[in-house]
Nanobody, 127 residues
C-alpha cells in the first residue's frame, strides 16, 4: 500500500523559509516521478513542482519558479520541497503525490495521473 506522509509545514512570516518533507513507503520510490501540489482555502488544486525518478529533471509552476526547490533522496525514500522567499499567496495545504506510471514525470493536478496522495501539511505565510 502506497503511503505518503508530509511534514514541515507551519506559520512563517513573509520572506521566510520552510522545508517540506514527504516520507514514502509501500512502493519502489526510486522508480516513480513525484509531484507537489497545493490547495489554498476556497480554491482548487494547483500544481507546484515535479521531479523525475533520479532527480535530474525538475519543473516548477511560474508562481514559485526561483523561490521553491524540489529534491529527492532515493536512499531515504523521501521527497522534499524547499520554500524560500515565501509570500502570503503561498498559504495553502501542500500535498505530495506519486505518479501512477513508473519512470514518468507528470506536471498536472489530474487525479488519474497519480495513485498516491499524502494527507497534506499546512503552510501559512502571515505577519
Amino acid at each position: 500500500e502506497v503511503q505518503l506522509v508530509e511534514s514541515g509545514g507551519g506559520l512563517v512570516q513573509p520572506g521566510g523559509s520552510l522545508r517540506l518533507s514527504c516520507a514514502a513507503s509501500g512502493f519502489i520510490f526510486s522508480t516513480y516521478g513525484m509531484t507537489w501540489v497545493r490547495q489554498a482555502p476556497g480554491k482548487g488544486l494547483e500544481w507546484v513542482s515535479s521531479i523525475s525518478v533520479r532527480g535530474g529533471t525538475t519543473r516548477y509552476a511560474d508562481a514559485v519558479q526561483g523561490r521553491f526547490t524540489i529534491s529527492r533522496d532515493n536512499e531515504k525514500n523521501t521527497l522534499y520541497l524547499q520554500l524560500d522567499s515565501l509570500k502570503p499567496e503561498d498559504t495553502a495545504m501542500y500535498y505530495c503525490a506519486k505518479v501512477k506510471a513508473p519512470y514518468k514525470m507528470v506536471t498536472t493536478t489530474q487525479r488519474d495521473d497519480y495513485d498516491g496522495w499524502g494527507q497534506g501539511t499546512q503552510v501559512t505565510v502571515s505577519s
